[in-house]
């Protein structure tokens, strides 16, 4: 008659299922909770409040660009749009209506529409921004939006003292700004149209309307020039370094010489009848 065979492995399996099947909660609890947290975390960032954007580009520009009174979130909000002369400035401008944007992330960046009631009849504004090794681009989509001057009283000197009034549309085409290592490029063209300008430095209103090019490439340029109006201001300049190096002059029609000697005089440095700008 065969003895039985003892097996001494069964005891060393059944006592290794027996720990695995103790041990299951335990991972399962574990994997639970980081499902649960991921989860928080996914819905905080669908939800963060507009507020926390408001935050962010005050901070970023000096507090000269302010988002008061945020409604949404930071992905589909609105606000109200105030410029000021920066932190411990008195100089403020709201534009007229709410702007509304809607921000999404990308793999290598984000997108950004922006609309508003008062300027951005047609299409939002919109641009993508992508981050790049020790930079940024930003490229822009072709569009045409129109403000009003006076927002740019809130900016502080010089507007705070001019006090501009008319509108202004601003125009790009193929518009790209490229921040790499420190240093800004621009390619493509941009174009803002100063329309119906006046001035409380002057009676005379308007006092004429005026376009600024700027022009993108290895050196990028800028140009002034009249469109029509009693006062002419012409000149060019360009962008070296990251600053603008601008030369041009101002002048007034003879029979609109006392109307506007005022201006003229704080436009630049007076040389008889003209007004000689420089910038940089």
């Known amino acids: 008659m065969a003895s039985p065979r003892f097996n001494a492995a ?4 059944a006592r290794v299922r027996g720990e695995a099947v103790a041990g299951a909660p335990a991972a399962n609890w574990g994997w639970a909770c980081i499902g649960a947290l991921l989860g928080l975390l996914l819905a905080f960032s669908l939800f963060a409040p507009a507020r926390w954007l408001a935050a962010g580009v005050a901070s970023a520009t000096d ?5 008061t009174s945020p409604r949404g ?19 403020a401008a709201a534009l007229p209506g709410r702007i509304d944007w809607r921000l999404r992330p990308r793999w290598d960046g984000m997108t950004l529409a922006l609309t508003a009631a008062c300027c951005t009849p047609q299409q939002p504004i919109a641009l993508q921004a992508h981050l790049r090794w020790q930079g940024a681009q930003i490229v ?8 009003p001057a006076g927002l740019l009283t809130g900016l502080g000197t010089p507007f705070n003292t001019l006090q501009p009034q008319g509108s202004l549309e601003l125009s790009t085409h ?9 240093r800004l490029q621009v390619e493509g063209n941009a174009q803002l149209d100063a329309l119906d ?18 022009g993108g490439g290895a050196v990028p340029a800028i140009a002034l020039q009249t469109l029509a109006g009693a006062l002419r201001m012409e000149g060019s300049g360009q962008f070296v370094g990251g600053r603008l190096h601008f030369s041009g002059e101002a002048s007034a029609a003879p029979e609109r010489e006392a ?3 005022n201006l003229l005089n704080i436009l630049g440095r007076r040389s008889g009848a ?3 700008i420089s910038v940089g």
């Open 140 to 147: 822009f989509a072709d569009s045409t939006s129109r403000w």
């Open 63 to 67: 507090a000269r660009v302010r988002l």
């Open 197 to 214: 300008m006046s001035s409380r430095l002057s009676p005379l209103k308007p006092m004429g309307s005026y376009r600024v090019s700027l």
């Open 274 to 276: 003209r007004s000689i």
């Open 10 to 13: 069964t005891p060393l399996r």
């Open 259 to 261: 109307a506007l000697s």
């Open 174 to 182: 193929q518009l790209e700004l490229v921040l790499a290592a420190g």
């Open 73 to 91: 979130s930071v992905w589909n909000g609105s606000a109200d749009l105030v410029l000021t002369g920066g932190t411990g400035s008195n100089d």
